[in-house]
Nanobody
């Protein structure tokens, strides 16, 4: 199983970024995004099931949108109205048969 995340970068507050995570090697029931700021724990941002049911952390509701392309085994995170506090390393995660697999992180930096 491999997960390849991309799309991070530096953006000004109020800007947008779109993260992608391409997965291979299995069929994943749940895919999601987490983030970890320096000195903090890794927190759940959003998840999406294979049936497109979504769940969001309160801190990103209304600003971030998770989606997936099952044919491409890819999960996306559209991030709008970014804030400096969104600065973190973002990780994708995919679950298959209740086993979780992590991708490498991608840095998102939001300047004020």
């Amino acid at each position: 199983v491999q997960l390849q995340a991309s799309g991070g970068g530096l953006v000004q507050a109020g800007g947008s970024l779109r993260l992608s995570c391409a997965a291979s090697g299995s069929i994943f029931s749940i895919m999601g995004w987490y983030r970890q700021a320096p000195g903090k724990q890794r927190d759940l941002i959003a998840t999406i099931t294979s049936g497109s049911s979504t769940n969001y952390a309160d801190s990103v509701k209304g600003r971030f949108t998770i989606s997936r392309d099952n044919a491409k085994n890819t999960v996306y995170l559209q991030m709008n109205s970014l804030k400096p506090e969104d600065t973190a390393v973002y990780y994708c995660k995919a679950e298959a048969a209740r086993v979780g697999f992590w991708g490498q992180g991608t840095q998102v930096t939001v300047s004020s």
